[in-house]
């Protein structure tokens, strides 16, 4: 219990926590945009790849 209390005021942990929650935010913002945007990028590249394979 000493310890928790000791941590509760240390702002080192309140800094880290804060940096945990920013970066746990920007993963679920590229997980988002990852599955917004995936049949997208899939499919354009998959023509891409049909417009170099009918250009040989």
């Known amino acids: 219990m000493k310890r928790f209390a000791k941590l509760i005021r240390d702002e080192r942990a309140a800094t880290a926590i804060e940096y945990a929650l920013i970066g746990a935010l920007i993963v679920v913002a590229c997980v988002g945009a990852f599955g917004l945007f995936g049949d997208e990028a899939s499919n354009m590249w ?4 049909s417009n170099v394979t009918g250009a040989m």
């Not at 998959?46 to 790849?49: K, R, Y």
């Open 46 to 49: 998959n023509g891409v790849s």
